[in-house]
């Protein structure tokens, strides 16, 4: 005869008892029999009311799914010849986005006879990374995508 560990609704250990006990037992009650853990031996199951265990579980996931924090991709655009206070304001938004735990990614457009001067672009990007390296991680190394060069930071 099949036998579980049974807990009963004041959360106090019953022992060992057969199925149709622990049946009798939750129907007495007025509350359902349900298995918490099948990989031991016996089973563990507990009396309970199932409908509010249900919505506890969904309670605790919900929660657990608010407290998450979602990785977003931010975009920097910048230019090759950028001044000084452009890329200041640029940099602080970098920051600002990978202390909220966000990607950045930098993108860098050349424009007309730009292209000639790839290692301009190369040289603000590592700068960039050189400036971001206490807080940041190069994700991706810059690489030539058509016009633009692309690099990729994650928080560290």
Known sequence: MPTVRLIDHNNEMQGVVPIREALARAADVGLDLVEI???????VCKLLDFGKYKYE???KKNEAKKRQKVMEIKEIKIRPNID??????????MKSFLE???KVKVTLRFR???MAHMDLGAKVLERVRTE???????EQMPRVEGRQMVMVMTPK
Not at 37 to 43: G, V
Not at 84 to 93: E, L, T
Not at 132 to 138: F, I, R
């Open 132 to 138: 971001l390296d206490s807080m940041a991680k190069v």
């Open 57 to 59: 579980q969904q309670k």
């Open 37 to 43: 853990s099948p990989n031991q031996s016996p089973p």
């Open 112 to 114: 007309g006879r730009e």
């Open 100 to 102: 909220e735990g966000d």
């Open 84 to 93: 000084d206070h452009d890329y200041g304001v640029k940099m602080r938004a």
